[in-house]
């Protein structure tokens, strides 16, 4: 039915930047919120950042001022663009979509796999 697709994850050294994209694809009517989130381990996932359709926007404090969300409506894609990335930030990221398919009444909730991101020297 839908697809997220992550990219973008690698392995990047401290202070540099990367740019995560999650693309949605299948039988889409609307889609409400695209969030990325991160687990790293040995711990929860946690909510990086939210971009509504309308254009708000929601980030965990612990990457304000460095880490940035957009969105392609037309393309159902969300970015993530992250700069000065610290060891910390090191995680799974994960796409989320709360999305509407055709010919339902209802929102449902999808995931992406994933993708790595290692901050190392």
């Known amino acids: 039915q839908v697809q997220l697709v992550e990219s973008g994850g690698g392995l990047v050294q401290p202070g540099g930047s990367l740019r995560l994209s999650c693309a949605a694809s299948g039988s889409i009517f609307r889609i409400n919120r695209m969030e990325w989130y991160r687990q790293a381990p040995g711990k929860q996932r946690e909510l990086v950042a939210a971009?509504?359709?309308?254009?708000?926007?929601n980030y965990a404090e612990s990457v304000k001022g460095r880490f940035s969300i957009s969105r392609d409506n037309a393309e159902n894609t969300v970015y993530l663009q992250m700069n000065s990335l610290q060891p910390e930030d090191t995680a799974v990221y994960y796409c989320?979509?709360?999305?509407?398919?055709?010919?339902?009444?209802?929102?449902?909730?999808?995931w992406g796999r994933g993708t790595q991101v290692t901050v190392s020297s």
């Open positions: 971009r509504t359709s309308s254009g708000y926007t």
């Open positions: 989320y979509a709360l999305l509407k398919l055709k010919q339902s009444i209802t929102w449902s909730e999808y």
